[in-house]
C-alpha cells in the first residue's frame, strides 16, 4: 500500500492517549499527513513494539506507516501522559468494551484516560474522543474536564474497517466533527471562518480536506450516535440477508444468486448482503447492544426490539451452520474430524473476539468460545 501525502499542510502537535487498534491505526497514519504525532498507551510492552515500528496486531500497511514515521522523527510512543503536555490536540481513542453485566458499554478506561491526561493540558488545548461510545458521553467528560473550562471539547467518530484500517484513515468516505452548538455554534456567522474545535480538526485533517473528502459538522449527541447507527444498518444487512438464506434453503431458492440480483439495485447495494457464519469481532457485537441498550433507556422499543431481532438472528446462524454439517455428515457430527479453515472473524485480520469460527455450543445455541 503507497498512499503518501506529497504536500501536506501544516504540522500539529498530537497525542492519542491509548494506542489499541484505533489509536495505533489513527497515530501512524496522522503522523503520515506531517503532523508530530506522541502516541501514549498504559502498556509498556505495547508502546515499546510499537516504538520499533512493529504492530502489535496484524493489520495491512500499517507496520510500514509506524516504520515511517519512526524514520523521520514525526512519531513516538510512550507510557507517560506528561510527555503529551505540549500537544494542542489530543485524541481519546481507548477501548469502550461491552460491560461485563450488561449490554451496555463501559466507559471506565474512557474517564481514566481523561482524568490522566487533565493534568498535562495545556491552556486553550483540544480534546477530542474518537472511541465509539453512547450517547450522552460527551456530557460526563464535560464534568472530568470541569475545572479546565479553558479547553475544548470534541467528538470525530472512527469509520475503521480491520483490515483496510489504513485506507480507510488516509481515504475516508466522511469526517464528522461533533461539537458544542452544532454547526450553528462552529462557523464564524460573518466571514464564515471555522471556530474552535472544527478549527483544530480542520488543521488536522487539512490534507483530506484539500483531497475532496466530506465534512459534517453536528452536535454532541449526533456524533456519538453516528458510528452506532451505521454498524447497527451493517449489522441488520447481514443478518437479513442470513435469514433469507434459511428461507432460500426451505424453498430451493439459490442465495448467493439472490443476493447477486438484489445488489444490483443501487438502494440496496451488494456489500454485507453474503450469506454465511454472520458477524463477530471486537465491534459490531458489542455496539449492536450498545444501541440496543441506549435506545432501552430513552424508551424507543422500535429500535430496541429490532436490534434484539438482529443479534439473535446472527448468534443463531452459527448453531444453524453446525447442523447444516451435522446434515451433509448423515445427520450427526459425532466422530467425525471437522477443519475450520481460519479463526478470526474476518480476512486480513488476527482478531478472534467473537469470533464465529471459535463458538461451541450445547444443545442448540452458541454457550461461549474456545
Known sequence: MDIRFKDRGSSVKISVIGCGYLGAVHAATLASMGHTVVGIDVDPAKVEQLGRGAAPFHEPGLDELLRDGRSNGRLRFSSDAADAKDAQVHFLCVGTPQDKTSDAADLTFLVSAARTLLPHLAAGAVVVGKSTVPVGTVEMLRGVLARRPDVLLGWNPEFLRQGTAVKDSLVPDRLVYG????????????????????????????????????????????????????????????????????????????????????????????????????????????????????????????????????????????????????????????????????????????????????????????????
Open 179 to 370: 461539537v458544542d452548538g452544532g454547526r450553528g455554534a462552529a462557523f464564524n456567522p460573518s466571514t464564515g471562518a471555522p471556530l474552535g474545535v472544527t478549527a483544530a480538526l480542520d488543521a488536522v485533517y487539512e490534507p483530506l480536506l484539500r483531497a475532496g473528502i466530506p465534512r459534517l459538522v453536528c452536535n454532541f449527541a449526533t456524533a456519538e450516535l453516528i458510528k452506532s447507527a451505521a454498524n447497527a444498518y451493517l449489522a441488520t444487512k447481514v443478518s437479513f440477508i442470513n435469514a433469507v438464506a434459511e428461507l432460500c434453503d426451505a424453498s430451493g431458492a439459490d442465495v448467493g444468486e439472490l443476493s447477486e440480483a438484489m445488489g444490483l439495485d443501487p438502494r440496496i447495494g451488494n456489500r454485507y448482503l453474503h450469506a454465511g457464519l454472520g458477524f463477530g469481532g471486537g465491534c459490531l457485537p458489542k455496539d449492536i447492544r450498545s444501541f440496543r441498550s441506549q435506545a432501552a433507556g430513552h424508551g424507543v422499543a422500535a429500535v430496541e426490539d429490532w436490534m434484539r431481532l438482529v443479534d439473535a438472528v446472527n448468534l443463531g446462524q452459527r448453531s444453524r451452520t453446525v447442523d447444516l454439517a451435522a446434515e451433509l455428515c448423515g445427520g450427526t457430527l459425532a466422530g467425525r474430524s471437522v477443519t475450520v479453515l481460519g479463526a478470526s472473524f474476518k480476512p486480513d485480520t488476527d482478531d478472534i473476539r467473537d469470533s464465529p469460527a471459535l463458538t461451541w455450543r450445547t444443545g442448540s445455541r452458541p454457550q461461549g468460545h474456545t
